[in-house]
């Protein structure tokens, strides 16, 4: 795994170009087996960051690719709309994969089993004691500015 503090993340993303390496489950492209050569051809092409979907995939790819790594899982509840990265058991599994940036799901839907908006903020708090980045996924300006206020390091206007 490339070791990147904080400052060095972001001195090396800034101004660049971040590629998403994601394929869902029924693509026949999901897996590591797939998104680690897109990685390291994403890399090869310039690419400054990388953005990759699930604990595997960004394992595989931060083992094999010197470049800065936006993390994030995809996990759909039956209870809300918010699947990015939306409770602190799919932020410690990115965590624990070496991201270097944990992906949130920060907009103004319901959140799952009902936690409150409040809930966003405690995750960009894990996410910082384990020295690490958070990057808010919104889709407003409204979100951008309560993200900020909640503490995220960035802001992708993903959702």
Known sequence: MIAFDSQHVLSYIRGGLIVSCQARGDNPLSGPQYMVPMARAAHMGGATGIRAEGPDDVRAIVRTVPLPMIGLEKVVYPDSPVYITP???????????????VAIDATHRPRPHGEPPEAVARLVQMVHDA????????????EALAAEEMGFDLVATTL
């Open 131 to 142: 020295r690490r980045l958070a990057m808010a996924d919104v889709s407003t300006l409204d």
């Open 87 to 101: 409770t602190e058991s799919e932020v410690e599994g990115i965590i624990r994969a070496g991201a270097h940036i």
